[in-house]
Structures are given as C-alpha cells and as structure tokens.
C-alpha cells in the first residue's frame, strides 16, 4: 500500500513542488504542513464552527527545512510561532536551517550525496527545500541544465526514501491560456521529473488561498484551500 505523510497528498517516498507568485503564502502553508507533520497532528483543521471535515491526517515523521529565501530571524520565528500554536513539545524533531554555509548548489552530486547522509542519519520523511532558483547553482532555469538538478533531487528522493518538497515560483502570464502545468516557471524538465505540483493563489492581502494540483502521478488532489488564522 502505497504510504501517505499526508493524507492523500503527500506519498512517501515522491517529489512533489508547491508554486505560485510571491506573496501567495506558499511558503508558510508548508512550514505549516511541516509543523504538522512533525508533530503527527492533523492538517488543516476546520474553522470554529465550520461542520463539514477539512483536516488531512498525517504521519509523525522527522522533518528538515532548508531555507534559502526568507532569511534567519524570519525562519526562527515563523517555527517558533507555529510550535507554540500547535502546543509542540521540545523535543519534536523538526529540524531547520537558515542561510547556510556552504550553500546547497543541487547541481553538484557531491553537495546533493552531504544532503543525503544528513537526512538519513537523522531519519527525515519530509524535506522542504524553500526555493528550487536559489540551490540550482549556475543551471539555467529555463533550460536543459536543470536536467541533472531535477535528476540529483529525484536520486535524493530514491535514495533516502523520504518526500522532498520544494518551492518554486509560478511563470509570469503572457495573455494566453493554456494547460495549468504551464505556469509552472522554466524548463519542461521540471515538471516532468514530478509526482506532484500545488498551485498556490491568493487575492492580493487577501486571508484566504487556493490550492490546485496541476499535476500528479498518484490520486488525483481535488482544489482545496486554506485560510490564515
């Protein structure tokens, strides 16, 4: 059976994207999910009042965050925040690191082969690696370069038997409509090398976001949505 950290979305092992432009939230809603899942709560609960059941159960498992975008004091207290609102004990294994050095260049197998041996020695399920531009090296995005980096994620993934999510940005619209996948930002190659991508929207200021799978290997994810409170 295939095993899920979070109930029907997250299988283990996968590799899975969470996009859309900057403001969207993207980023919190995981460190959410990760707090979640390192605490084996539930995710997403129901609002007060709300009757009708919106939580997806997860599986307590050992997380690592990776950030290279939001910064140290941002990181610190946005797990720091969520850990006390989830009542999180001490010693909840949800592990985090900010900026660090040296930087994770995920072009490069020997950087990629370090990453592994961290998060096997610890026994992480779930990796967050906030974002794909900023750890893909001197690759391209938008070309064949990213080929071996998508590649060297997917060994990641195979190799350690965890789930890697990482967060990316969505393409900027050029007046045409065309499949949901396309928005995702640069080569093809990215996409393909997926089990799973979110699409993350949200009305500018607005409390509430959309999620939408825009692609998936295993079940199907119906559009879902959250709401900051």
């Known amino acids: 059976p295939v095993e899920y950290l979070v109930g029907g979305l997250l299988a283990v092992p996968s590799l899975a994207i969470v996009y859309g432009p900057p403001g969207c939230l993207k980023s919190f809603l995981m460190a959410d999910l990760a707090a979640s899942v390192a605490g084996g709560l539930p995710w997403l609960p129901p609002s007060p009042g709300m009757t009708t059941p919106t939580s997806r159960p997860t599986k307590k498992a050992p997380v690592l965050w990776l950030d290279f975008d939001n910064g ?4 610190a207290d946005r797990f720091d925040a969520l850990g ?11 592990y985090y690191v900010s900026m660090p050095s040296p930087w994770l260049d995920a072009s490069d197998n020997g ?7 961290r998060i096997t020695a610890r026994s992480v399920k779930l990796v967050v690696i906030d974002n794909l531009g900023t750890v893909s090296g001197k690759a391209d995005e938008n070309s064949g370069d990213m080929i071996p980096v998508m590649s060297h994620m997917r060994r990641l993934v195979e190799e350690s038997g965890a789930t890697v999510v990482i967060l990316h940005h969505e393409r900027k619209g ?14 093809s190659s990215i996409e393909a090398s997926l089990d799973l991508a979110l699409l993350v929207s949200r009305d500018p200021h607005a409390e509430s976001i959309e999620i939408k799978s825009t692609k998936t290997r295993d079940i199907d994810v119906p559009d879902f949505g959250a709401t900051f409170t």
């Open 72 to 75: 140290k004091r941002r990181t």
């Open 174 to 187: 050029n007046g045409t409509i065309g499949r949901a996948g396309e928005t995702l930002r640069g080569h």
């Open 84 to 94: 006390k609102a989830k009542n999180l004990p001490k010693e909840t294994e949800l």
């Open 111 to 117: 950087a990629m082969t370090d990453l592994l041996n």
